[in-house]
């Protein structure tokens, strides 16, 4: 069973800190998608990232994919409360490229 | 433009009951998945359809859930007879055919409690 472990599960930060988020598999992944959920409401896509080695830059959200397509994190800088979240990642193998391995999440808490 | 629709938003019944779940996806959208998600387990996808056709139903936990879908802008999931393990919250989520990572968009989800 493909597996992807998100770390840590919570952080509760000062608004204006830095903060790095992780996902990590032993799985290899033909793409991999960030999403943010707010309480009440569904998750939605942050960004998809495809290539090794692949960054991208969403205004403060910096997301990294690894060399070997099997991991990713998340870099936020000078969070702010509205950043507040539950930050998931999911990915796609290349078999199947319907069905997304999610992890469990990291949960944000950015206090003014 | 509407979003993937759920209702209802709170449901909240007795073990033994019959559950329906109802789903809008987006229009033009040809996909449409089915997950129950739990502080414990995550985001856990129970099937997934494609053009209306069920593709994969292996994460359904057992006979008393099933899903349909009718047409393409309708689905449903059901639980008989629900018991309080069943408790979580459940969303719908659709997207479109496209090269890998189509983004999937999600319903609000409907919190389900079973007393």
């Known amino acids: 069973t493909q597996l992807l472990e998100q770390s840590p599960q919570f952080l509760s930060i000062q608004e204006g800190e830095n903060l790095t988020v992780y996902c990590n598999s032993s799985?290899?992944?033909?793409?991999l998608q960030w999403y943010r959920q707010e309480p009440g409401e569904g998750p939605v896509l942050l960004v998809t990232v495809v290539t090794g080695g692949e960054v991208k830059k969403l205004k403060r959200l910096t997301f990294q994919f690894g060399d070997a397509r099997k991991d990713s994190s998340l870099h936020i800088t000078a969070a702010q409360p509205g950043d507040t979240g539950l930050y998931l990642c999911a990915g796609l193998n290349a078999g199947n490229n319907r069905k997304l391995i999610w992890g469990l999440g990291t949960s944000l808490a950015v206090n003014p | 433009d509407a979003g993937v629709i759920q209702s209802p938003r709170h449901e909240v019944t007795e073990m033994g009951q019959e559950v329906t779940l109802r789903c809008k996806p987006i229009s033009g959208h040809d996909y449409l998945f089915w997950y129950r998600q739990t502080m414990m387990r995550g985001l856990e996808l129970l099937i997934y359809f494609n053009n209306n056709v069920p593709i994969d139903d292996s994460g359904m936990p057992e006979d008393r859930f099933s899903a349909k879908m009718p047409n393409a802008s309708f689905s449903t999931l059901k639980i008989q007879p629900s018991e309080p393990r069943d408790s979580a919250v459940y969303f719908c989520?659709?997207?479109?055919?496209?090269?890998?990572?189509?983004?999937?968009?999600f319903g609000d989800g409907t919190r389900l409690s079973i007393l």
């Open positions: 989520a659709s997207s479109l055919t496209g090269v890998r990572g189509q983004p999937q968009h």
């Open positions: 799985s290899v992944f033909s793409s």
